[in-house]
């Protein structure tokens, strides 16, 4: 492609027309010697500079050796690029390279061989020496491809090498050890190296999925599960204490499959040795054991967080730039996830749920910022919610704005509130300019019906709060004692409604300064 001859000489002895002498009658040979060469080997691969080189083409063949060359910024010696017999064309390419790990690394993911595993690898920073052997042949007709398809062999001896994921947020740091290399992936085993400082032990193997290639890295260390929850992008303080034995498998795909498989990052571990002081059921003792499995993978346009926590939870949290886009919450062990578009989506079966210790523990975790959109809307699909009783904090009450309340949607089959079962409820909530509206709340139990609706307004500083509600039972005596009350009734059809308006926010209701009307019929 480019450089310049030093000097050379070329010998043309023959007919033209007998040219390219494939008879032996007449001969073709040029040498010369090159400096600053730009070598393009092949389409498709990164191109040798700066080389240093004697080339020498003959009618049956070419055979080019260079001394020195630069391979993206590492250093090519004792390179030899050949190909023996124009007949049966092959391209024969031997050498050393002397440089960084993040070059050979692109070396194989800038070439066809593992081509759509370059994004990955330049988005993350690779450091660390590398000496590499490697031997490649290409042939150049379909006919020698059909007797032997392109091969590479090479091994990669890895000093000091280190590679930052999650934004550089997780540290793989002293790597040493041996790299094996084919057309069909690499292989290694028991490469040396730390995780968060931690000493760890990485294994590489390769398996075929359809037309995938997947190179699979695996390692295993005792970690200080507060530093890794941080490499999350979260933050632990109090809430999770300790150390235990950590496995993690980073899967690199490439291939020409149609798929479009992503790079996954997973790991798995059995938390014993770690405290989480978590609400139920992510609590845990340092003794216990509970099966933990996170993946991370992009899932376009965003990067997600799956997690499985033994039989108890699991979710799936699809972010951007630090702010939660998607999530869905499950409380059980059937796992099939798919999040919805801009939603916090709960389902399962949950026992002693607090809204206040989740709400509490996910800030002190996850302390996300806000971009100035409104609360995350969130989505109601449990098939039994067992709550516990609110905590009355009116002596520490924030300020609050309609926008600072997420929505809330869908239904709970099965609800039981401080003990007291409510049967099914479901609600349905809109926003409003300047406040929230509950278009429709239901309550159905054996004995109780309720249906409301009702709205809370901000405007000019002050909260109004407005509800309508409904109520009936077949016996009210039954009733009073769902509700927890004695039974100074016994039997009693019921029917009851009311129009109430208070000057505080929903959850601030006073009977104090309740005004409205209600109407009672009992018989």
Known sequence: VGGHVTQG?????????????????????????????????????PHLKQANADVKFSSQGMAIHVSSATLINSRASKTTINIENFALPELKIAGKLNGSVNDVARFLTESPLAANAGNFVKQQRIEGVANTQIKLHIPLSAKMREQAPMGLQGELKISDGAIYLLDEKLDITGLNGLVQFTESGETARDIQGFILGEPAVFNMTTEQIDSDTITNITATAQLDTAKLLESFGGKSGERVKGMSDWQGLLSLPHGKSSKKRVPVLTFSSSLQGVT????????????????????MQHVEPFEGIFLNYGDHFCSVVLHSEQNIRHANLHFGGDCELQPEHEVLKLSGSVEN??????????????????????????????????????????????ALAPEDVPLINGEVKSLAYDGTEFGHFSITTLRMRKGIRIENLQLAAPYLNLSANGQWNQWLGRDTSTFDLQLSSPDTGKMLELLGFAAVIEKGELQANASLTWPDRLDGFDAEKVNGKFHLNIK
Do not use: C, H
């Not at 000489?9 to 033209?16: D, E, I, K």
């Not at 609360?375 to 516990?388: A, G, N």
């Open 353 to 398: 749920f607090s809204v206040a210790e989740w709400r509490d523990a996910f800030t002190d975790l996850f302390p996300l910022e806000k971009d100035g959109k409104a609360t995350m809307p969130v989505v109601l699909s449990m098939d039994r919610m067992e709550l516990k009783k609110f905590v009355d904090k009116d002596e520490a009450k924030k």
């Open 9 to 45: 000489g070329a010998v043309f002895n023959g007919r033209l027309s007998d040219f390219p002498f494939k008879q032996q009658r007449g001969q073709f040979l040029t040498e010369f010697t090159g400096k600053g060469l730009e070598l393009a080997y092949f389409p498709g691969w």
């Open 276 to 295: 989480l002081d978590l609400p139920e059921p992510l609590n845990k003792a340092a003794n216990d054991t509970r099966d933990l499995l996170i993946r």
